[in-house]
Structures are given as structure tokens and as C-alpha cells.
């Protein structure tokens, strides 16, 4: 009693929801005495998704509430779509969300006990072997509105049955020529109950069974039987499989399963402009649109910590979404909330232009540098400052210069005085330019009794730009990332032509330390990451993780 008291009082510790709640009733009832274990059972059939990420933190957060466990559990019961590279990456993912699981298991390690469950429910009357064809069985199910037909192999006996049972086993039969079909109801009005298939043949060697199996079990047959005997408590799985629910009830009812495990329903996460599917996700990668299952536009986990997210913003929107019982779309914009919110007071800042001007302040020292002391991040003064060189010639943004500038442009432009951020007052004179019209430098005048730190207190300017020293900057290649879909006019979600836009710039001579992985953001362009595949001594490849300005409402 005192071991359900805590649990029960565990479950103050975290958010609360209504899988929550049915577990605190049962942990009152004692319906599975103090226990509670719940597992996450991926297939190995391609990389996790950010869907994947709120099922993740449900199941394995579940049994951190409650002082239970998670079972991490492969579903590997179709060996014709799974690889063992699936499931290195499915691990990293989980570890890198900061979960780790009580025990690693496959469903083909239930594939013994599934066949001597398939005779017994064969002994029982409540399978038959069936020899239509796939599109025959899809045409007798019959329809929402009209029952099906009973398959004419329906009443074969049970000695029959066996038999063909143990052939299929043994390889006599060819893939599809036939299945065993649980026997339920063919006038069920759920679909689903009108004598499923619950074996199918399938000629394919296995990574874990080799060659021992040519049949294997169909998932709403083996799920429920790997939850048994795991001792799973409460099956936690998507709303789509809310049909499913009676057919795993039924197996267990069948197979006589004390204390079965009961299955819970939850939406699944949909986002906007993302794919959030495994098949159109891994045709994406066979198609070489993208890099591979870790590109930064993917939605997977791996392309989400490619990009520069970190587990704990993941955790946090899987938090702030919560866990309903009816279908709605998330604003993606709260995704990227979440990983701005966790990284403002996280990371140093640091100055780079894109799209550089050159800039050549004519009233200062020609060999003359000095050293301009910057804040590493404005809401953290514990992270401290950094020094940066600053001498005659200087490189600023692109966007912060125009030679005709439009209403309420602040920043620099002929005539117009501005702030270089941590260091003098400048103004533009004069604009040099190249034979064919474009920019060649800006030369520019500074006041020396305005440099920042000194104790001046004078004329106020509205404009402030950031700045790097010629003599000494670094050339980085910057990667700015759009949403890999967009919406066309119809409301379908099309491929955005324009989701990567890969520049240069200029950066402060200290990014050339910068290690894989390394994040920064860059003043008053967002934040960044130092690829952790394309980073190297020799040269620096950025990321954005995504803008300073955010789009979300509560």
C-alpha cells in the first residue's frame, strides 16, 4: 500500500493528462497491483520523426512519473523493410531525448511462443488457414455500410487447418498463396474483426531468425501478445490504431490472458509544413532530394540535432503540446519557440555579415588595431566578454547599407550616422564603386571620443550594426534553412524550391575555433551550428537553427 502511495504521489511530479488519470485510477484499484510498464515499439523500417519524439517522451516520461518502466521493443516482424541501421539510429534518438530504456527487445523473440499460440487459437476453433488471395479477401471484408462474405475455407476443420498450418511453416507454400485469418465476425461493423489475417508467408530471411521462419505474424497479432509478455500495463499507442483496440482485446480474450494489458489512444502530432511520414520521408532520401535521413530540413530526430536542436526544446514542445484525445495540427512555429527559448541563455554570441561591404574608415590609424571588449551573451553578463580586433578596414552586413534608403532605415546609408556595436560612432561620406555599377567599399569617418566603455555620454544615434575586422576575419559557409514543404494554393503540402540557401560571410577570428556541433548565435541573425559533418579545421559550415524573432502566439 505505502508503494502505491508513492507512485501515486509520483505522479504530482510531472503534467498531468488523461492517460494519467486512467493510471491513477488503476494504480488505486490495484488492477495490475503497484505496478506500471510501458514501452516504446518502433519498427526498424527508417529514422524516427518528431511524431516519434512525442511518443518517446509520453511513454518513457510515463515511467519516470511513476517510478515504473519502458521497454524499448522492436516491432521486426516484416523483415522485407528492416535494417539494422533503423535501429542504431532509433537508439541514438532515444538516448540523445535523455531516456534510457529498462529493457531492449525485438517481437521476434515472441516468434515461438506467437506460432504455439496461433495452434492453440487453431485448437480452439478461433483460426482457419485461407487460400484467397489478398484482393479476394479485400473484396469478401464487404464495406462500411455492407458485411463481408465468409471466406468458403472458413469451416475447414481443425485437423485440416494444423496441417496446413505446419506446411505453411515448413515452406510448401509460396508467398500470398496463404494465410491464416483469425475467426471473428464477418458482419462486424469495425472492419478490422472480420477475420483478420494474422499470418501471412513471406520467403525473406530474418536478422534474428534467419532462415527458421518463411511465415510471420501480422502486428495486430503479435502487439498485444508482446505486451503480455513483457507484462506491459497500459499499451499507450496513436489514435489510428483506436479500430484496432477490440482485435487486441480479443487475442489476449482467446489466448486467456490474465491481468492483459489495456490499450490507450492518444492524437498523434501533426505539424505544419512537415512530412510527417516514414514512407514519404525515406522517399525523400531515395530520391536524392535530400541528403539523407539526417539532412537539417528533415523532420527526423537526427535531422532536428544535425540542424542544431537540442532535447531539451524537443522535450519541452512535446510538454507544452500535451496529450489529447482529438486530432489537431501544431503550429510549427512553437517548435522553433521552444529551441529559441532554450538557447538564449545558452550560447555565446558572436559577429558575422553576410553579404559583405567593405568598409575603409578614412580619419583612422592605417597599422593601427585595437581591441573592442563584447559581451558574449546581453542576458547572461556570467558568460563575460570577449575581445575583437578592430582597425581601418571593416566588413559589415549587406542589409544594413543603403544608398537610397527607404522610410525608417536607420542603419547606414551616405550621410547617416550609426553605432558599430561595441565600438565608435561611424558615418558613411562617401560610396566607391566598381566599373559595372556595384558597390566596391563605403568610406566612412569615425568620432574617437565615442567608443564604447569609454564613460561617453553625448549625441544618441538610432541605428546599430554589427562589424568585422578585414585584416583578420574568417570566410564561413552559412546554410539558411526554409521549410522543406510549403502550402500551394489548393492548401497541399508541395516541395519548397527554396528550402536551402547556402551562402558565405565573413566572421570574427575566434569562429575559427569553433568545434562540430558548436552552437552560437549570430548578432542579430539567429542561431547557428557548426555542421557536425561538414565542420573541420580547415573550413566552418553553419547551420540555422532558426531565427531571432518569433512567430508563435499562445
Not at 498485444?224 to 513483457?230: G, L
Request: aromatic share 10%; net charge negative.
Amino acid at each position: 500500500m505505502a508503494d502505491t502511495e508513492n507512485k501515486t504521489a509520483g505522479a504530482a511530479e510531472g503534467a498531468s493528462n488523461f492517460i494519467h488519470n486512467i493510471i491513477d485510477q488503476d494504480l488505486q484499484s490495484h488492477k495490475y497491483g503497484d505496478r506500471v510498464h510501458t514501452r516504446f515499439p518502433p519498427e526498424p523500417n527508417g529514422y524516427l520523426h518528431i511524431g516519434h519524439a512525442k511518443s518517446i517522451c509520453l511513454n518513457f516520461s510515463t515511467a519516470e512519473k511513476y517510478h515504473g518502466k519502458c521497454n524499448l521493443r522492436y516491432d521486426d516482424t516484416n523483415p522485407v523493410k528492416e535494417d539494422m541501421e533503423y535501429v542504431d539510429a532509433i537508439e541514438e534518438d532515444v538516448k540523445w531525448l535523455g531516456f534510457q530504456w529498462d529493457k531492449r527487445l525485438w517481437a521476434s523473440d515472441y516468434f515461438d511462443k506467437m506460432y504455439e499460440f496461433a495452434v492453440r487459437l487453431i485448437k480452439k476453433g478461433s483460426a482457419f488457414v485461407c487460400d484467397l488471395n489478398a484482393d479476394q479477401i479485400r473484396e469478401y471484408r464487404g464495406t462500411l455500410k455492407e458485411p463481408g462474405k465468409e471466406s468458403p475455407y472458413r469451416n475447414r476443420s481443425v485437423e485440416e487447418n494444423l496441417k496446413l498450418f505446419e506446411e505453411m511453416k515448413e515452406g510448401k507454400y509460396k508467398d500470398g498463396e496463404k494465410v491464416l485469418r483469425a475467426k471473428i465476425d464477418m458482419a462486424s461493423p469495425n472492419i478490422n474483426m472480420r477475420d483478420p489475417v494474422i499470418y501471412r508467408i513471406s520467403h525473406t530471411e530474418h536478422h534474428n531468425t534467419g532462415g527458421k521462419y518463411c511465415i510471420y505474424p501480422m502486428y495486430d497479432y503479435a502487439h498485444p501478445i508482446e505486451d503480455a509478455i513483457e507484462g506491459i500495463t497500459h499499451s499507450i499507442c496513436t489514435l489510428e490504431f483506436e479500430d484496432h483496440r477490440p482485435l487486441y482485446d480479443w487475442v489476449l480474450k482467446e489466448l486467456e490472458w490474465e491481468a492483459p494489458p489495456q490499450q490507450i489512444e492518444f492524437a498523434r502530432l501533426n505539424l505544419t509544413n512537415t512530412v510527417m511520414s516514414k514512407r514519404h520521408l525515406k522517399s525523400l532520401v531515395d530520391d536524392g532530394v535530400v541528403e539523407g535521413w539526417d539532412d537539417p530540413r528533415m523532420p527526423t530526430i537526427a535531422g532536428l540535432r544535425r540542424r542544431g536542436y537540442t532535447p531539451e526544446s524537443i522535450r519541452d514542445f512535446c510538454e507544452r503540446i500535451g496529450v489529447s484525445k482529438a486530432n489537431s495540427t501544431v503550429d510549427v512555429a512553437l517548435l522553433e519557440h521552444c529551441v529559441r527559448e532554450d538557447l538564449k541563455e545558452k550560447v555565446e554570441s558572436r559577429n558575422v555579415v553576410e553579404d559583405p561591404i567593405k568598409i575603409v574608415i578614412t580619419n583612422y590609424p592605417e597599422e593601427q588595431t585595437e581591441e573592442m571588449e563584447i559581451e558574449n551573451n546581453r542576458a547572461v553578463p556570467e558568460m563575460g566578454s570577449r575581445m575583437v580586433p578592430f582597425s581601418r578596414e571593416l566588413y559589415v552586413d549587406g542589409a544594413d547599407f543603403m544608398e537610397e534608403p527607404v522610410k525608417k532605415y536607420f542603419r547606414l546609408f551616405p550621410g547617416n550616422e550609426v553605432r558599430f556595436k561595441g565600438a565608435y560612432f561611424i558615418t558613411c561620406n562617401e560610396v566607391i564603386k566598381n566599373e559595372d555599377g556595384s558597390i566596391k567599399e563605403l568610406h566612412c569617418t569615425y568620432d574617437p571620443q565615442t567608443r564604447s566603455g569609454s564613460g561617453f555620454e553625448g549625441r544618441k544615434v538610432k541605428g546599430t550594426i554589427h562589424w568585422v575586422d578585414a585584416k583578420t576575419a574568417v570566410k564561413i559557409k552559412i546554410r539558411n534553412y526554409d521549410y522543406l514543404m510549403i502550402e500551394n494554393e489548393e492548401g497541399q503540402q508541395i516541395l519548397n524550391p527554396d528550402s536551402l540557401n547556402e551562402t558565405w560571410g565573413y566572421a570574427e577570428p575566434s569562429v575559427m575555433e569553433a568545434q562540430p556541433g558548436e552552437r552560437f548565435q549570430f548578432f542579430r541573425h539567429g542561431y547557428y551550428i557548426a555542421d557536425t559533418k561538414l565542420t573541420n579545421e580547415n573550413e566552418k559550415v553553419f547551420n540555422k537553427i532558426v531565427g531571432l524573432k518569433s512567430s508563435w502566439k499562445k
